[in-house]
């Protein structure tokens, strides 16, 4: 999650047809580390 987080920062969109589903499985700790970092970044 931290690798995308970085990547998002970095200027990528997801877009509809990205494959999102690692995100319905992440671990909810890991996911949210991410969301923290873009949050802070941004």
Known sequence: MLK???EIVN???LLRG???DC???ADLQE???GA???RKEL
Do not use: E
């Open 4 to 6: 995308l987080a970085k």
């Open 11 to 13: 200027g990528r969109r």
């Open 18 to 20: 990205d494959n999102t």
């Open 23 to 25: 995100l319905l499985t």
């Open 31 to 33: 996911l949210c580390n």
């Open 36 to 38: 923290d970092y873009i």
